[in-house]
């Protein structure tokens, strides 16, 4: 009776562990990214106010935007004279990173993007800004997320 090789067998083991892994790992990263990350445009307002906008198509959330009246902006922020207000920055957040960043208008302070689209929180003119799948919040109150929606939002006392 002849003996079989032992190294055919580890390397067959090996082969179908890599495979595996290979398959495993592919869809963890497709469960995890199916959603894409949130975009979030910076404007600025037509009465010179900024607002931002937030997208999510996959989850249904277009064009809501939050408004700022009242606040206004830095001089690096603002248009040039005479010219037609358009969008600064959009962000979006497909990576995790290391927190707190600043972003336009104000910073990034938390941000779990493990699970896209995630959670992200930002503080602008004394609001606290989380959007969230299921909800946003704002300053700890939670509003549904309807498509096209404007939230206006009051100046805070600590900044005027």
């Known amino acids: 009776m002849k003996a ?3 190294a055919k067998h580890f390397l067959l083991a090996f082969l179908i562990a890599l495979v595996g892994y290979g398959l495993c790992y592919q869809l963890i990263q497709h469960w ?3 959603q894409g990350p949130w975009s979030v445009t910076f404007l600025v307002a037509s009465n010179a106010s900024p607002a931002i906008l937030i997208r999510q198509p996959r989850l249904g959330i277009t064009n809501v935007q939050i408004m700022f009246p009242g606040e206004s902006l830095s001089k690096n922020d603002q248009p040039a004279a005479g010219t037609v207000p358009q969008s600064t920055t959009t962000l979006t957040f497909p990576q995790p990173r290391p927190v707190p960043f600043d972003v336009s ?3 990034c302070v938390f941000m ?3 699970s896209l689209p995630g959670t992200v ?3 602008m003119f004394g609001h606290e800004i989380e959007l969230l799948p299921r909800v946003l919040t704002i300053d700890r109150q939670e509003y549904p997320w309807r498509p096209e929606a404007t939230i206006s939002l ?5 900044n005027k």
Request: net charge positive.
């Open 112 to 114: 779990d993007t493990i």
């Open 4 to 6: 079989d090789n032992p």
């Open 105 to 107: 208008y104000g910073r």
């Open 121 to 123: 929180t930002f503080q």
């Open 32 to 34: 995890r990214t199916r």
């Open 154 to 158: 009051a100046a805070t006392k600590t």
